[in-house]
């Protein structure tokens, strides 16, 4: 031991010199070595790139969190200062936004367009209406963390100064579009009333593919190459070989005449009357009869019917009459505090209270023939004008009695109840047999289902715990038969192969079902949820039985059998797809040529006569058509390309050939997804030019209408003049960015 370290004595300047040396070479050669060798750098690699920049994965998450970092102070700034958070805007915090806003504050910077430390206090200033201190806005940046690290608020500024670049280079953008630019009005206006009716013959570019010569397997690998990340969109000129997100899913189908037709063979006329019975009060009450109308004069009724049945006591009483003798009153008769006398109606007000009162009719005969059925009231204590009539009354009973003294005192009476008006049953029995078939057709197709659910539930289940068994020996358990259930229950079976949403759709039937589902934040409580949102949902269980129905009233019951991620195929697996495409793209001036050649030959006279009568049939009488139109999508809506039958996908570039071509004569033009190109021969155009001036300078150009097409017109402008530049700054993404979270 002493010899080992006289040793290290003896040679320990020499040693340290070596340590030094090894911890030099460590420092500044290791890492590279590191990174050559998949170390530590290889980690962290670059995700997008831009000529002069790139962002590795810790940089640009780093990037993202600073944006929420900064949306968080701004939010808590606002609240400080007693703003509603919720309402105000916040800066966008997902990757593709951010890398976009990035190359925005750059184009601007370029232009001289710069943020400025004023400038940013100042944004600050109007954000919280002047009323954060400097003390606050520390507060507020102190309990920030990134991780565990505390938030230094240069690099909190420093977003949001990149952030502010950015808007201000978008603001310039749309002023430049304030306010319709010069023509758009008129344009527009065209577009949306401006009609043509066309002669169109379509020329199919598939159908020239065959005489395309094969390509070689460098040109396909290319071109396999710039499309295999792209998914395939059926309006897109371009090809895109990636695999789509596809389902296999098992359907059984109830349809609805069917059972409508079996659940009425099960309606007896017992179940009509019974039903009747139970809802004629309230749902087969018949309208009101209109009011009677109101006599000319209800002083004097023309009926002598009429007359008689007038309440006495609006009888005029002649006052130069000797009053009779007054018998006595009876105890009825006399006021008491319990009931005190009815107010006395005057000639005035007599009318009035007929009309508004239900009052029985009283006459002036003997007691044993008055009707009594009302207490009695004091008699009028002044008498009436006239009393001749009332002693006529009296003599034509066989004795003389005081009119005022046998009177019987009118009171209101109850108002009866009125009698209900009914609906015979013979006039509601077919409706009343129709809603009964159709309930219990329902009902049916809703035991059957209810019972469908049970058993797939139960299926599901027995197969979770077989897979999570494993290599246990025990048998798979049996899925449902489809055509067994369909067989036994009276259903229509349906199971798909591999399949995207588009596809899905196109079909039609269950592709284009829904269902309503509860919704409490909808003004009804319940919102329409579409098949296709419930069945290719992210997340979506395979096995969860699941319910539809179509505008037909047609019931479906289905589930989802597996499912296949988006993937991007090899070139041997995508090559037939990939040569098919490469042909349709070769063939597209063929087409192109052909469909002129044609258009031109139709100058002349009309297409059937050019094309020949093989080929007569063809071709398509189409129209009238405005360019744009609002269709089914309602008031409000902003306008679309119109779709008229007999025309496939017809874009911008089909419409603006047609509406450039006067009538009488040929054009040419590819529909949208350049698979067809259609010879064209304008028919007619109305109204032309000349009127539809005079209506566009009378309705001043319809501005809320033309605003909606500018509108649209606009955010595509946008959209090509961020392509632009994003194509000009060279932006490549290494992988698919992340959505905001």
């Given at each position: 031991?002493?010899?080992?370290?006289?040793?290290?004595?003896?040679y320990?300047?020499?040693?340290?010199?070596?340590?030094a040396?090894?911890?030099?070479?460590?420092?500044?050669?290791?890492?590279?070595?590191l990174q050559?060798?998949?170390?530590?750098?290889?980690?962290?690699?670059?995700?997008?790139?831009?000529?002069?920049?790139?962002?590795?994965?810790?940089?640009?998450?780093?990037?993202?969190?600073?944006?929420?970092?900064?949306?968080?102070?701004?939010?808590?700034?606002?609240?400080?200062?007693?703003?509603?958070?919720?309402?105000?805007?916040?800066?966008?915090?997902?990757?593709?936004?951010?890398?976009?806003?990035?190359?925005?504050?750059?184009?601007?910077?370029?232009?001289?367009?710069?943020?400025?430390n004023?400038?940013?206090?100042?944004?600050?200033?109007?954000?919280?209406n002047?009323?954060?201190?400097?003390?606050?806005?520390?507060?507020?940046?102190?309990?920030?963390?990134?991780?565990r690290?505390?938030?230094?608020?240069?690099?909190?500024?420093?977003?949001?100064?990149?952030?502010?670049?950015?808007?201000?280079?978008?603001?310039?953008?749309?002023?430049g579009?304030?306010?319709?630019?010069?023509?758009w009005?008129?344009?527009?206006?065209?577009?949306?009333?401006?009609?043509?009716?066309?002669?169109?013959?379509?020329?199919?570019?598939?159908?020239?593919?065959?005489?395309?010569d094969?390509?070689?397997?460098?040109?396909l690998?290319?071109?396999?190459?710039?499309?295999?990340?792209?998914?395939?969109?059926?309006?897109?000129p371009?090809?895109?070989?990636?695999?789509?997100?596809?389902?296999?899913?098992?359907?059984?189908?109830?349809?609805?005449?069917?059972?409508?037709?079996?659940?009425?063979k099960?309606?007896?006329?017992?179940?009509v009357?019974?039903?009747?019975?139970?809802?004629?009060?309230?749902?087969?009450?018949?309208?009101?009869?209109?009011?009677?109308?109101?006599?000319?004069?209800?002083?004097?009724?023309?009926?002598?019917?009429?007359?008689?049945?007038?309440?006495?006591?609006?009888?005029?009483?002649?006052a130069?009459?000797?009053?009779?003798?007054?018998?006595?009153?009876?105890?009825?008769?006399e006021?008491?505090s319990?009931a005190?006398?009815?107010?006395?109606?005057?000639?005035?007000?007599?009318?009035?209270m007929?009309?508004?009162?239900?009052?029985?009719?009283?006459?002036l005969?003997?007691?044993?023939?008055?009707?009594?059925?009302?207490?009695a009231?004091?008699?009028?204590?002044?008498?009436?004008?006239?009393?001749?009539?009332?002693?006529?009354?009296a003599?034509?009973?066989?004795?003389?009695?005081?009119?005022?003294?046998?009177?019987?005192?009118?009171?209101?009476?109850?108002?009866?109840?009125?009698?209900?008006?009914?609906?015979?049953?013979?006039?509601?029995?077919?409706?009343?047999?129709?809603?009964?078939?159709?309930?219990?057709?329902?009902a049916?197709?809703?035991?059957?289902?209810?019972?469908?659910?049970?058993?797939?539930?139960?299926?599901?289940?027995?197969?979770?715990?077989?897979?999570?068994?494993?290599?246990?020996?025990?048998?798979?358990?049996?899925?449902?038969?489809?055509?067994?259930?369909?067989?036994?229950?009276?259903?229509v079976?349906?199971q798909?192969?591999?399949?995207?949403?588009?596809?899905?759709?196109?079909?039609?039937?269950?592709?284009?079902?829904?269902?309503?589902?509860?919704?409490?934040?909808?003004?009804?409580g319940?919102?329409?949820?579409?098949?296709?949102?419930?069945?290719?949902?992210?997340?979506?269980?395979?096995?969860?039985?699941?319910?539809?129905?179509?505008?037909?009233?047609?019931?479906?019951?289905?589930?989802?059998?597996?499912e296949q991620?988006?993937?991007?195929?090899?070139?041997?697996?995508?090559?037939?797809?990939?040569?098919k495409?490469?042909?349709?793209?070769?063939?597209?001036?063929?087409?192109?040529?052909?469909?002129?050649?044609?258009?031109?030959?139709?100058?002349?006279?009309?297409?059937?006569?050019?094309?020949g009568?093989?080929?007569?049939?063809?071709?398509?009488?189409?129209?009238?058509?405005?360019?744009?139109?609002?269709?089914?999508a309602?008031?409000?809506?902003?306008p679309?390309?119109?779709?008229?039958?007999?025309?496939?996908?017809?874009g911008?570039?089909?419409?603006?050939?047609?509406?450039?071509?006067?009538a009488?004569?040929?054009?040419?033009?590819?529909?949208?997804?350049?698979?067809?190109?259609?010879?064209?021969?304008?028919?007619?155009?109305?109204?032309?030019?000349?009127?539809?001036?005079?209506?566009?300078?009378?309705?001043?150009?319809?501005?809320q209408?033309?605003?909606?097409v500018?509108?649209?017109?606009?955010?595509?402008?946008?959209?090509n003049w961020?392509?632009?530049l994003?194509?000009?700054?060279g932006?490549?993404?290494?992988r698919?960015p992340?959505?905001?979270?």
């Amino acid at each position: 031991m002493a010899g080992s370290f006289n040793f290290f004595r003896k040679y320990q300047r020499s040693m340290l010199v070596a340590v030094a040396v090894l911890a030099m070479l460590a420092f500044f050669v290791l890492p590279p070595f590191l990174q050559m060798s998949g170390g530590p750098a290889s980690a962290d690699p670059v995700v997008v790139t831009w000529k002069g920049g790139e962002f590795r994965e810790g940089q640009l998450d780093r990037a993202v969190a600073m944006r929420t970092l900064t949306n968080r102070f701004l939010m808590e700034a606002a609240a400080v200062a007693g703003r509603d958070a919720s309402q105000l805007p916040a800066f966008p915090e997902g990757e593709e936004l951010i890398v976009r806003e990035l190359l925005l504050a750059r184009q601007a910077e370029e232009i001289g367009l710069t943020v400025s430390n004023t400038a940013i206090n100042e944004f600050l200033a109007v954000w919280t209406n002047n009323m954060v201190r400097q003390d606050q806005f520390d507060q507020i940046i102190a309990g920030l963390r990134y991780g565990r690290a505390p938030v230094v608020a240069a690099d909190l500024f420093g977003s949001l100064r990149t952030a502010l670049t950015a808007r201000n280079m978008l603001l310039l953008f749309q002023t430049g579009f304030s306010g319709d630019p010069p023509g758009w009005s008129w344009d527009f206006y065209k577009r949306l009333e401006q009609a043509a009716t066309v002669e169109a013959y379509p020329v199919a570019v598939e159908d020239l593919a065959v005489s395309v010569d094969p390509p070689n397997e460098a040109e396909l690998r290319v071109f396999f190459d710039r499309y295999k990340n792209d998914l395939p969109v059926a309006r897109s000129p371009d090809p895109g070989f990636k695999e789509p997100f596809r389902i296999r899913y098992a359907a059984l189908k109830a349809d609805r005449k069917k059972f409508e037709e079996e659940a009425a063979k099960t309606i007896t006329d017992e179940d009509v009357k019974a039903f009747y019975e139970e809802n004629k009060e309230t749902r087969f009450r018949a309208p009101a009869p209109p009011p009677a109308e109101k006599p000319a004069s209800a002083e004097q009724p023309s009926d002598p019917a009429a007359a008689e049945s007038t309440p006495a006591v609006e009888k005029p009483v002649d006052a130069d009459a000797a009053p009779a003798k007054q018998p006595d009153a009876s105890p009825a008769a006399e006021p008491t505090s319990e009931a005190p006398p009815a107010a006395e109606p005057n000639a005035e007000t007599s009318s009035e209270m007929r009309r508004q009162l239900r009052v029985k009719p009283v006459s002036l005969l003997a007691d044993d023939a008055a009707d009594s059925s009302g207490p009695a009231t004091e008699p009028p204590s002044e008498p009436a004008a006239d009393s001749g009539k009332n002693e006529k009354s009296a003599d034509s009973a066989g004795e003389t009695v005081d009119a005022k003294a046998t009177e019987p005192a009118q009171t209101p009476a109850e108002p009866a109840e009125p009698e209900m008006n009914l609906r015979p049953l013979e006039e509601v029995a077919d409706q009343i047999r129709q809603q009964l078939t159709r309930e219990r057709a329902t009902a049916t197709i809703d035991a059957i289902f209810s019972a469908l659910a049970g058993d797939l539930t139960a299926y599901a289940e027995d197969r979770a715990v077989w897979q999570a068994r494993g290599d246990s020996g025990q048998p798979e358990p049996v899925a449902p038969d489809l055509e067994k259930i369909a067989e036994k229950q009276g259903l229509v079976a349906e199971q798909s192969d591999w399949i995207a949403a588009p596809a899905a759709a196109e079909a039609g039937g269950i592709g284009g079902s829904f269902e309503f589902v509860p919704d409490p934040g909808s003004r009804f409580g319940i919102r329409q949820q579409r098949w296709l949102e419930m069945i290719f949902a992210e997340g979506s269980i395979a096995l969860r039985p699941i319910t539809s129905r179509d505008a037909e009233g047609n019931r479906y019951f289905s589930w989802k059998q597996a499912e296949q991620e988006e993937r991007v195929p090899s070139f041997a697996e995508a090559r037939e797809t990939v040569e098919k495409a490469w042909r349709i793209v070769e063939a597209r001036p063929l087409a192109q040529q052909r469909a002129a050649e044609i258009a031109a030959a139709a100058a002349e006279r009309s297409l059937p006569e050019t094309v020949g009568k093989e080929q007569a049939e063809a071709v398509r009488t189409v129209g009238p058509f405005t360019w744009l139109t609002q269709g089914s999508a309602g008031f409000g809506a902003p306008p679309r390309i119109s779709q008229p039958k007999d025309l496939v996908f017809p874009g911008e570039a089909f419409m603006q050939a047609v509406f450039a071509t006067p009538a009488g004569m040929s054009t040419s033009a590819f529909n949208e997804p350049q698979t067809i190109c259609y010879a064209l021969r304008v028919i007619t155009s109305e109204p032309d030019e000349a009127e539809l001036r005079t209506r566009f300078a009378s309705s001043r150009g319809e501005p809320q209408r033309v605003a909606m097409v500018a509108q649209e017109a606009f955010a595509d402008v946008f959209r090509n003049w961020i392509e632009g530049l994003e194509t000009s700054a060279g932006l490549t993404w290494n992988r698919e960015p992340r959505q905001m979270r």
